[in-house]
Every structure is written in structure tokens, then in C-alpha cells.
């Protein structure tokens, strides 16, 4: 059964930025929290979309994170990348792009 988020998640008010991810239990190094992100085709159109699950739409920048997202067919994945702390917000490093002047 899809739930949107595990039970040892909740929302909450973050220092970082608006409403944050946070642990209400310690979770270990290596863990797979779930599904942040999917990839939808969309074949009228010839485009993909990335669509944000409720686990993905609470997850703010660190250029400290505790967390990294994987790619796995058409989905990206939330993982621990060091243990953390019940209380403790989740954060990715976001990536940023380029974009060239040839392509605006």
C-alpha cells in the first residue's frame, strides 16, 4: 500500500526553508527512504516531465547533506549517505545547471 511518506517522517516548520523533511527516529547510513521523484513521458508532446512525490516536495538544500538522490529507471530515490539523527532534518545538495546563452 503507497503511504506518502514512512511513519518515522514528519513536516515541519525548517531553519533551512519553509516547511522541511524531518526524522522522528534515527536512520542508519544506507538506507532507502522511497521514491522522491518519477519521470513521465508524455508522447503527445515528445517531452518528459519530472514529477515530485509528497516525499520529494519537503526536501531543502545543504551543501552539508544527509542524504542523495539516485536514479533508477524513470525514478529517483532518497538515500541516507551517513546516519541521522531523530529530529533532524533530511537535505540533499541540490544540483545546479547551466544554461547557455545558445539555448534561451
Known amino acids: 500500500m503507497y503511504r506518502p511518506l514512512p511513519d518515522y517522517l514528519t513536516i515541519k516548520e525548517s531553519k533551512i526553508e519553509g516547511l522541511g523533511l524531518f526524522t522522528n527516529e534515527v536512520i542508519l547510513y544506507g ?17 518528459d516531465d519530472l514529477i515530485r512525490t509528497p516525499l520529494g516536495g519537503f526536501i531543502n538544500h545543504s551543501d552539508n547533506p544527509n542524504c542523495k538522490l ?15 539523527q531523530a529530529g533532524e532534518e533530511l537535505t540533499v545538495k541540490y544540483k545546479m545547471y547551466n544554461v547557455s546563452s545558445s539555448s534561451i
Open 31 to 47: 538506507i532507502e527512504i522511497g521514491m522522491t521523484h518519477v519521470y513521465r513521458h508524455f508522447r503527445s508532446e515528445g517531452k
Open 70 to 84: 539516485i536514479d533508477t529507471l524513470g525514478e529517483k530515490h532518497l538515500h541516507t549517505i551517513r546516519d541521522v
